[in-house]
């Protein structure tokens, strides 16, 4: 993976945590899936929404052990 790859990568996941702590009802959690979905995977999603830290899925990016 290249830096400006995982550069992009990081942020898309910082923009999936932050919009993650405005939803509050299941029609907000569906939208906020589908627009992240196809840059993020569901893997990475749904370790969001179970409450893993964006720092763990950072570092999981920088060491390419994630998705």
């Not at 959690?29 to 569901?42: D, F």
């Amino acid at each position: 993976m290249t830096n400006e790859s995982t550069l992009d990568l990081e942020e898309q996941i910082e923009a999936a945590a932050d919009g993650l702590k405005d939803l509050e009802t299941a029609d907000d959690v569906r939208r906020w899936w589908r627009s992240y979905y196809t840059k993020l995977g569901h893997r990475r999603l749904g370790r969001l929404l179970l409450g893993q830290s964006v720092d763990r899925l950072l570092e999981q990016v920088q060491r390419g052990t994630a998705e």
